[in-house]
DNA sequence: GAAAATTTGCAACATTATAACATATGCAAA
DNA sequence: TTTGCATATGTTATAATGTTGCAAATTTTC
């Protein structure tokens, strides 16, 4: 009965994955950075869904493509697309996902479905302030937030029987 | 000006192992666990420092202590463990820290110095709750949250120069 | 004390990530 | 235009982290 996002729901995703190369094409020329084609291909790749993919995961599609690609050739652009903001890494799964507020300086929080690995990400300003908050508290200086959720999505719940 | 917590400043951190040590033997007692020497050396040995310990690192240590043992001694020792909340993992570093609630039926928020490695692990209510009204908001089932901020404890701000 | 369950030993393997160095490419001045 | 510089890529090897599967040993239960 709630308005479910992004993830949670059929969608054109194609047009998901058109404005994540669009964005990324204007905020690198903005940032004088070069998006090679290396570069928008793993962005391209990691945009294949909403699930989080592996850096050899990609290795492998980039293989299938006849790019004689190499670990460090994923690692440097996957380095090279979180720097830019356009992906972030999901530090409980050793995976990669496309950054869907790209260009706004954000802090994700990540909800991640143990079911069907969808991912939303979300900016949740009251989460932020909060962690602040308890890290001033004991005069630690925040550098760098991970949030991720694990649990289950609206529609795998649903999926599971509604308990 | 703070009044620091513990990682932060010098203690007897001899007493936080016992501590730590009778904790765990009353809680595996408690839950009908079995706390197993190896266990318990697993135990003692994350609980050196208030810095995280990789895997290897502590099967290193068990290697000098005599014990002839292979990584599925020691991540099988961990996962008992972290199953009874006598430690914590840390995605973000692939390390293991101490629980410091343990017992409490908590979910951790950890301040991870970046400079000196200590690691504090705070219980946030208001954190805690924003997330879970964040979840609630795109009807997410949360079941397992990671929180791990990354930066600078107060004894590595002033090291740097109090700017 | 025998049967069942849990724990450990052990070998091999799988996955994720980086180091080091050579080559190539784009870009800007001379 | 060619020289030089910075950036990006290719390539090989290796490091670091984590798992599977099965056999032996230990502990618990009956
Ligand atoms: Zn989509
Ligand atoms: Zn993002
Ligand atoms: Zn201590
Ligand atoms: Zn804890």
Chains 1, 2 share one sequence.
């Not at 094409?25 to 989080?52: G, M, Y």
């Not at 290795?59 to 460090?72: I, Y």
Request: aromatic residues 4%.
């Amino acid at each position: 009965m709630s308005a479910n996002a992004l993830p949670y729901r059929p969608h054109n995703h194609d047009a998901c994955v058109s404005r994540a190369l669009a964005d990324a094409r204007a905020i690198c020329q903005q940032n004088n950075a070069r998006l090679t084609p290396t570069r928008e291909r793993v962005l391209e790749l990691i945009w294949q869904s909403h699930k989080p993919l592996g850096a050899y995961d990609v290795l492998a599609v980039l293989a299938e493509d006849g790019h004689n690609a190499a670990p460090p050739t994923v690692y440097r652009a996957l380095d090279f697309l979180q720097q830019h903001g356009l992906v972030h890494r999901i530090a409980s799964l050793n995976s990669f996902v496309g950054c869907t507020h790209a260009g706004e300086n954000h802090n994700g929080l990540f909800l991640i479905c143990r079911q069907c690995s969808n991912v939303l990400e979300l900016t949740a300003p009251a989460v932020a302030s909060a962690v602040s908050e308890a890290a001033s508290a004991e005069a630690f200086r925040p550098e760098d937030v991970t949030i991720e959720v694990a649990g289950l999505c609206p529609r795998c719940q649903a999926d599971a029987g509604n308990d």
